[in-house]
């Protein structure tokens, strides 16, 4: 069983918009190690809303490019 469908909207408070956002960026992260882990490659690329890019990758294959 999976979980609902939720609808995104954009939270309004600032603290609790960058709680949200440092959970999720670390989960993306932690789901890129387990791929890794796995013997898979994979990479995220995240961008705060103040622009910084936040980025983790994994494998030979694994270029960093900034923009």
Do not use: P, W
């Amino acid at each position: 069983m999976g979980r609902g469908r939720v609808e995104l909207k954009r939270i309004e408070n600032k603290i609790n918009r960058q709680v949200t956002f440092s959970k999720r960026r670390n989960g993306s992260s932690r789901r890129v190690r387990a791929l890794r882990a796995l013997r898979r490659r994979g990479g995220v690329i995240i961008f705060s809303s103040r622009g910084k890019l936040y980025e983790f990758g994994s494998g030979a294959g694994y270029v960093r490019i900034y923009v």
